[in-house]
């Protein structure tokens, strides 16, 4: 059975084919048939995009809170993902803990998509790619600055970069990178070493959800600030977010606001790639 929890899952055929599937006119291949999505966390691109993205196959979403399921309490994760499957083709979770996406792919009932883990978030580097392609014609050979912590996000798209042959620059704070090395992936302590040269220059908020907003948190991450400056380093780059964004903060707004931001193109292929996610997967759970 096909499941999507990670970007490393995918070989670089597979991740080619789900952005190639992005692009395509939706079939309806989940006619009158319904999506399962379970969220942990809140999200508002993730909700409407998935949303939608399954309406656009024909599906029909359902939107599953916590509560409702009671999932590894009051019934195990193995009999809620087999009950969630009687029903629905496509199993989607937005969760804190990753391993509880792993344990209902494991089940085999349906396929199983992560829409957020605390280690992974394949749905957004998804958008990420298919934004780099859109915009500079290519993903091979693309050079992708980071600046902010080594988060899942960060994490999911070091991962499709180097499936696809992009390098990744990522300037993180002391102890907020990635603690190991990863493959096309080169840290750098300096923003300013990280951007030159860049076509694509990329952040996050410097407090995701669940993280202490600590003073200290803070303090570590204002030098790492996207702004005008920064920006100037790599003058034909475009700027990209995840959203939410905290002007003044990760990044100003005349760099968000500005002529060279991409980040409204971003946020809408969070819906083409959502669909093409689960294009690949029906297109393997034949």
Not at 3 to 29: F, G, K, N, W, Y
Not at 52 to 70: C, D, N, S, T, W
Not at 148 to 165: D, F, M, Q, T
Not at 217 to 232: G, H, I, K, S, T
Request: one cysteine or more; a negative charge; hydrophobic letters at 45%.
């Amino acid at each position: 059975m096909r499941h999507l929890l990670a970007i490393r899952d995918l070989t670089p055929d597979d991740l080619s084919r789900i952005l190639e599937l992005s692009e395509q006119p939706a079939p309806r291949v989940l006619k009158d048939k319904g999506v399962a999505l379970y969220f942990e966390k809140p999200s508002s691109r993730t909700r409407n995009s998935m949303e939608m993205a399954a309406a656009q196959l024909g599906g029909h979403p359902v939107y599953i809170q916590p509560a409702e399921l009671g999932i590894g309490s009051r019934e195990s994760v193995a009999d809620v993902t087999r009950t969630l499957a009687c029903y629905h083709s496509i199993l989607a979770a937005r969760v804190f803990d990753h391993g509880l996406i792993e344990q209902m792919a494991a089940v085999n009932a349906a396929p199983v998509l992560n829409m957020l883990s605390s280690t992974d978030h394949p749905l957004q580097a998804l958008a990420d790619l298919l934004t780099v392609k859109k915009l500079l014609g290519r993903i091979e050979g693309a050079r992708i600055a980071f600046v902010g912590e080594a988060n899942n996000v960060a994490r999911s798209l070091a991962e499709g970069c180097a499936l696809l042959g992009a390098e990744l620059n990522i300037a993180s704070p002391p102890g907020f990178g990635f603690g190991r090395s990863l493959p096309n992936v080169n840290p750098c302590a300096d923003p300013d070493e990280a951007v030159d040269g860049a076509d694509i220059v990329y952040t996050d908020v410097w407090v995701s959800m669940g993280d202490a907003n600590s003073d200290e948190r803070r303090a570590a991450f204002e030098p790492y600030q996207v702004d005008e400056a920064l920006m100037a380093r790599a003058p034909d780059a475009w700027f990209l977010h995840c959203l939410p964004a905290h002007r003044g903060e990760e990044v100003t707004a005349p760099v968000i606001d500005g002529p060279r931001s991409a980040v409204w193109r971003q946020a809408t292929n969070r819906m083409h790639t959502a669909r093409g996610a689960m294009l690949w997967m029906v297109e393997g759970n034949r």
